[in-house]
């Protein structure tokens, strides 16, 4: 971490990123972040003090493959900090211009220089990341934001995140034509700003939020809104009868979406309904193992994950209006671009991923060992708080504060399947770092289809569920925590400890090893002193 001169390095910045997608050169990507507050005026009335990266929201895209080496250089162009919001204890809002990053959804070590999100970032500093993408690393999206314990949330909200594709052989949906949309939810007036403003009336002020009061409402009653690409409501275009891809990151701090697509005739006596079909590709950059997935009901996708859908609309704009919709709010406009030709639909489950990575090999049939089972539940109230059962340590329950100590967290062993139980957790997107996870069985508020047995994700909403997962190349501290990231701020998060069990065997249960080496050693100098040519000892 190191003190900079910001008007140098956001020079070099300016020279350095000129387009707002960037890829690795001979696998390698090396980019500078820039955090700063600048002025996003969204139309229709609202306008509000940003958080931006490079100078815009989103901030850039990052294309890498698996192998390759990401560098990230992540400056602190924010204000300082004011001496009534410098000192507040974990587990409040607080720090408002401090900040760190957190890769979403990506298989990479918690360990420093990667995806540590201990890290502090204080104003007027930047620190360096470097992440080592596995070879084995599925191809998908995931996205990038702020992380810091105490003001994720209202950096988030503000406008702070990025794509980021791993690019890769996608087997048979590869030609699928693709197009990403990241997706915000600016809720205003509701409750996570009400939350915000409670515990943090000064802090808004300091970040000089200024909301010009909008003068309709796209989402409710409430000035809330849904923001795809930096835009309200914007038109996406698509080809008759084409099947394509539509990749939706939902880089939220909170909320969730029920999707669907509404088509209304532009002129009497036409019949539009059901013109465009929209089916399951995969969630969380993870292809499903048989797809594409008829849902029956709205697609669901929780604060912070992504699902990959196959959409296909049999009328042109010029006979129907096509509106992709989430509970009664409209997200955005399809233009169906006429053809002469119509490609033949994707019949439901005709694919097959092939793609193999040892981290999501498939789980269903594994023993579970008595040890490896953890059961975590969601407690309401403060936000929400996490209480962990587990053989290793019995049980914890209280808020995340940043102290936890490594004594009171679950044990996971590399290379040894974990069976995690996930109770009462109805109305909190549940997220976890490092790796995926397998869905085993659970209750969800989503419509059917949208999560079955076998499916993998690394963010969720279920009531109850249970899933499994194995570490297999990174050791250290694996985050779990709610995605409504208000909760998160106030400690809904939690640790589990990732060990390499065989050097800890080695260590901890036989400590008379190194000793006995030592007294190997030291013998055989004696006996080669003693029998040597020359040597003072009498031979026997």
């Known amino acids: 971490m190191r003190l900079f001169s910001i008007l140098a390095l956001v020079l070099s910045v300016t020279t350095a990123v000129t387009s707002l997608t960037v890829g690795s050169v001979n ?21 509000y003090i940003g958080r931006v990266y490079n100078g815009t929201s989103p901030g850039p895209t990052l294309n890498i493959r698996a192998g390759d ?13 004011t001496e009534a919001s410098s000192k507040p204890a974990p587990g409040n809002f607080r720090l408002p211009n401090t900040t760190n990053l957190h890769l979403h959804g990506l298989h990479i070590s918690p360990l420093p220089p990667a995806d540590d999100v ?19 690393h599925a191809p998908g999206t995931h ?86 690409g930096g835009s309200i409501a914007p038109t996406y275009n698509i080809r008759q009868c ?43 950059g993870h292809q499903l193992r048989k797809y594409p997935r008829v849902v029956d009901g709205p697609i669901f996708i929780p604060a912070g994950g992504r699902a990959d859908v196959l959409i296909r609309c049999a009328a042109s704009s010029t006979v129907c209006h096509h509106a992709l919709m989430s509970d009664g709010a409209l997200l955005s406009h399809l233009n169906v671009v006429s053809q002469p030709i119509c490609q033949p639909p994707i019949a439901p489950l005709s694919l097959t991923n092939r793609h ?21 539940v969601l407690i309401d109230g403060h936000g929400c708080r996490y209480k ?42 549940f997220h976890m770092h490092v790796a995926p996870f397998q869905i085993m069985s659970g209750t969800t508020p989503a419509a059917p289809g949208n999560f079955e047995y076998g499916d993998w994700a690394d963010t969720v909403q279920f009531t109850t569920m249970v899933f499994r997962t194995r570490p297999t190349s990174f050791v250290g501290p ?17 640790q589990i400890e990732i060990v390499n069990h065989a050097a800890f065997k080695v260590s901890t249960l036989n400590p008379l090893i190194p000793l006995l080496l030592l007294g190997l050693v030291t013998g055989a100098i004696l006996m080669f002193i003693r029998y040597s040519p020359g040597s003072d000892y009498k031979r026997m």
Not at 243 to 270: C, D, Y
């Open 478 to 494: 694996q985050m779990f925590h709610c995605h409504v990231l208000s909760h998160e701020d106030q400690g809904c998060m939690a």
């Open 118 to 136: 201990s890290i502090r970032i204080n104003p007027g500093e930047y620190v360096d990341y470097i992440y080592e993408i596995p070879k084995d």
């Open 242 to 284: 084409e099947n394509t891809r539509l990749r939706f990151v939902f880089a939220s701090a909170g909320s969730q979406l029920n999707m669907s697509v509404i088509s209304t005739p532009v002129a009497e006596g036409i019949a539009c309904e059901k013109t465009c079909t929209m089916q399951l590709l995969g969630r969380d």
């Open 27 to 47: 696998g390698v990507l090396d980019i500078v972040l820039v955090l700063q507050a600048k002025e996003i005026d969204l139309g229709n009335g609202v306008k």
């Open 388 to 429: 962990t059962t587990s053989p290793i340590v019995g049980t914890v329950d209280r808020w995340f504060t940043g102290n936890s100590k490594k004594d009171n967290r679950h044990v996971i062993s590399l290379n040894e399947v974990q069976e995690i139980r996930l109770v009462d957790s109805i109305n909190h997107p």
């Open 143 to 228: 996205w990038y934001h702020p992380h810091f314990h105490g003001s994720a949330a209202l950096q988030v909200f503000l406008g702070a995140f990025g794509i980021i594709n791993i690019l890769g052989d996608e087997g048979d949906s590869s030609t699928l034509t693709s197009i990403t949309i990241p997706i915000q939810y600016l809720d205003f007036m509701g409750d996570d700003s009400r939350l915000l403003s409670q515990h943090s009336i000064p802090l808004l002020q300091n970040l000089s939020f200024d909301l010009t009061t909008p003068s309709t409402a796209f989402a409710g009653d409430n000035k809330d809104y849904f923001v795809l």
């Open 356 to 376: 193999e990575s040892k981290y999501t090999s498939d789980l269903t049939g594994a023993v579970i060992k008595p040890r490896n089972k953890l059961e975590i």
């Open 69 to 81: 080496r990401l560098k990230i250089r992540l400056i602190n162009d924010l204000g300082p900090e």
